[in-house]
């Protein structure tokens, strides 16, 4: 199973640890993008219309500084850095060592800095939007929409299921096609935007904590023991089932 989950506009920095390496990081053929992203990104944030560049909120001084140095600051694993409310559902350090053990094989976060991680990969703290246009680089969106592919591709194994918890800004830069997309399933959370997140962060912890279902009714069969699901079929080849999911109270 590959459970696809947006970034966190929160997230919490590193007070110690090394700094970062490109070369240990999940998906390696995204490195030269990811080189001139984070160079880009360091570059323009040390410039006055940084805030503008990046897309994101001007109030946010320290985080924008804090960005200068991301080839040098601190580092620590993704599941650490990334603590806005959908990664405290899923709360990674609670799991048993076997769950742990699926979140990191499982889980890809996509992300606008790095383009995909896995929960394991050791990152900095950083700010920008996914949807900036960074000089030299281009549309940030654009650019990871046509490298993802080669690297998501690949980690979709033969008739495994896609759980995609992505919020829709992050929807666009992969998705699944050919036979991945009969087996691709968009988990929904209807009438209640405001806990969308904390509903697909507890959709992933309790999936990674038994063994993968392999088709979409058996995903909806095995969380309907927690959750009120319904299942809808995809209207044409090439889009996904719709999962929509509420919790159990």
Known sequence: MLILLPPSEGKTAPRRGRSLDLGTLSFPEL???????????????GEPDAARVLEVNPNLVADIERNSRLLTAPTATASHVYTGVLYQALDVDSLDAAAKRRANRWVVVVSALFGALRLGDRVPAYRVNVCSTLPGV???????????????????????????????????????????????????????????????????????????PRTPQALAERLSERFDVSLTPPPRAGRPWLLATTPRT
Request: aromatic content about 6%; proline content about 6%; glycine content about 6%.
């Open 31 to 45: 490195t030269p993008l990811r080189e001139s992203v984070l160079e880009t990104v360091a570059r323009v944030s």
């Open 138 to 212: 281009g549309y940030l969106s654009h650019e990871w929409r046509k490298e993802l592919p080669t690297a998501l591709d690949a980690a979709v194994k033969p008739r495994e299921l896609v759980v995609d918890c992505r919020s829709s800004t992050y929807a666009g830069l992969w998705r699944p096609t050919g036979e991945r997309a009969e087996r691709w399933v968009h988990v929904t959370v209807p009438g209640a935007s405001h806990m969308a997140k904390h509903t697909r962060g507890l959709v992933t912890r309790e999936l990674v904590q038994a063994e993968a």
